[in-house]
């Protein structure tokens, strides 16, 4: 069958690279597009051709004239839970673009919105789909470095305003800036928002979907802003303690050239350790028999397993279970961790893990 796909809402530019995900598969179709905002939508229409009728500034006349079988939502990540309440009685499955939520509780209603529909939600996290980092959690299934005792994650570009879809690099204005949802405190801006929820979610899959105990955080506001522009995230877990560092202002963008620190994962276990780092090709594993270390090479990923799109669509061809960090359970876990960083930074003291 034709994999009838609409995006919906396009507060985030991540939209255009789902798009492109879709216009690039073989079995799926983009039926329609829908913001608020006609302008928003102007460049994706352009891109992938689309016609006045697939067009649309209501939700509801897209949902009801395109009927899709499955939607992507794009909405700040204050919005999440509306989002996916306004589209759940149309009875449609839901890839949401990360973050999974601004809140646990808000998270919690979008699992609801969905269970009460009867269709899966899934949560896309674009780092779980580098091949490194893939490669890094088969390491780990395998046992090469024994049990995850510590998980390191550094990561962020140079802002999210300073490029587009496709990555396309552009310099921000400052009316762009001020006039955008990443920048307002009220919209869940701010980079621990924007980024911890990877770290987070990833690093619960890396740990095998353990939770921390307790989780301290700190933040850095720049005099002008309401959000911050970097965060450090400590968990402890009873195994040992796990950092999650995020930054908006990186020296340079990790796709076009690292910036130092790497953005991506260092992982300590009890037999070895790993680092898989953003964009790279391999991953390398340390151990006792090789303490000079050795690479394991991350192949390019393969459908029906290299997008987010495709696995979706591949689950729901197969009513396979979702699984890893776009499943509601271990992206539920990493919310957990944001929220609890959020309030330990605006409180500037350690809380258990929120539930």
Same mark, same amino acid.
């Given at each position: 069958?034709?994999?009838?796909?609409?995006?919906?809402?396009?507060?985030?530019?991540?939209?255009g690279?789902l798009?492109?995900?879709?216009?690039?598969?073989?079995d799926a179709?983009?039926v329609?597009?829908?913001? #608020?905002?006609?302008?928003?939508?102007?460049?994706?229409a352009?891109?992938?051709?689309?016609?006045?009728?697939?067009?649309?500034?209501?939700?509801? #006349?897209?949902?009801?004239?395109?009927?899709?079988?499955?939607?992507?939502?794009c909405p700040?990540?204050?919005?999440?839970?509306?989002?996916?309440?306004?589209?759940?009685?149309?009875?449609?499955?839901v890839?949401?673009?990360?973050?999974?939520?601004?809140?646990?509780a808000?998270?919690?209603?979008?699992?609801?919105?969905?269970?009460?529909?009867?269709?899966?939600?899934?949560?896309?996290w674009?780092?779980?789909?580098?091949?490194? &980092?893939?490669?890094?959690?088969e390491?780990?299934?395998?046992?090469?470095?024994?049990?995850?005792? #510590?998980? &390191?994650?550094?990561?962020?570009?140079?802002?999210?305003?300073?490029h587009?879809?496709?990555?396309?690099?552009?310099?921000?204005?400052?009316?762009e800036?001020?006039?955008?949802?990443?920048?307002?405190?009220?919209?869940?801006?701010?980079?621990?928002?924007?980024?911890?929820?990877?770290?987070?979610?990833?690093?619960?899959?890396y740990?095998?979907?353990?939770?921390?105990?307790?989780?301290?955080?700190?933040?850095?506001q720049?005099?002008?802003?309401?959000?911050? #522009? &970097?965060?450090?995230t400590?968990?402890?877990?009873?195994?040992?303690?796990?950092?999650?560092?995020?930054?908006?202002g990186?020296?340079?963008?990790?796709?076009t050239h690292?910036?130092?620190?790497?953005c991506?994962?260092?992982?300590?276990?009890?037999?070895?350790?790993?680092?898989?780092?953003?964009?790279?090709?391999?991953?390398?594993?340390?151990?006792?028999?090789?303490p000079?270390?050795?690479?394991?090479?991350?192949?390019?990923?393969?459908?029906?397993?290299?997008?987010?799109?495709?696995?979706?669509?591949?689950?729901l061809?197969?009513?396979?279970?979702?699984?890893?960090?776009?499943?509601?359970?271990?992206?539920?876990?990493?919310?957990?961790?944001?929220?609890?960083?959020?309030?330990?930074?605006?409180?500037?003291?350690t809380?258990?893990?929120?539930?």
């Amino acid at each position: 069958m034709a994999w009838k796909v609409a995006g919906i809402n396009f507060d985030h530019f991540h939209m255009g690279d789902l798009l492109r995900m879709v216009a690039d598969h073989p079995d799926a179709e983009i039926v329609g597009i829908s913001d #608020e905002q006609p302008e928003r939508m102007a460049e994706a229409a352009k891109k992938f051709e689309l016609g006045g009728e697939q067009v649309f500034t209501d939700y509801r #006349e897209c949902l009801e004239t395109a009927k899709p079988d499955l939607v992507i939502l794009c909405p700040a990540a204050a919005r999440h839970a509306e989002w996916t309440e306004k589209v759940a009685p149309y009875g449609v499955p839901v890839l949401m673009e990360k973050p999974f939520a601004a809140t646990v509780a808000e998270a919690d209603r979008m699992i609801a919105a969905m269970e009460a529909a009867g269709k899966p939600l899934a949560i896309n996290w674009p780092l779980r789909w580098f091949p490194a &980092h893939v490669k890094a959690y088969e390491a780990i299934q395998e046992g090469r470095i024994g049990e995850v005792l #510590e998980v &390191h994650f550094y990561d962020g570009n140079r802002g999210p305003l300073w490029h587009g879809a496709d990555k396309i690099e552009k310099e921000p204005t400052a009316a762009e800036k001020d006039a955008s949802w990443f920048y307002k405190k009220a919209e869940g801006g701010g980079s621990l928002l924007d980024y911890l929820g990877y770290g987070a979610t990833l690093g619960t899959w890396y740990h095998g979907g353990k939770k921390p105990l307790e989780v301290t955080a700190a933040w850095n506001q720049p005099e002008g802003l309401e959000v911050d #522009e &970097h965060s450090i995230t400590i968990a402890r877990y009873d195994v040992g303690l796990s950092k999650f560092e995020t930054r908006w202002g990186t020296f340079t963008d990790p796709w076009t050239h690292q910036p130092q620190p790497k953005c991506g994962f260092v992982i300590r276990g009890t037999e070895g350790t790993l680092s898989s780092f953003d964009y790279a090709t391999f991953v390398r594993v340390q151990t006792a028999e090789h303490p000079e270390g050795f690479d394991l090479e991350a192949p390019a990923l393969q459908a029906p397993f290299a997008n987010p799109v495709q696995y979706f669509l591949h689950c729901l061809e197969t009513e396979a279970p979702l699984e890893g960090p776009l499943s509601v359970e271990i992206a539920r876990i990493g919310q957990q961790i944001v929220d609890t960083a959020y309030r330990s930074a605006e409180e500037k003291r350690t809380l258990p893990l929120i539930d």
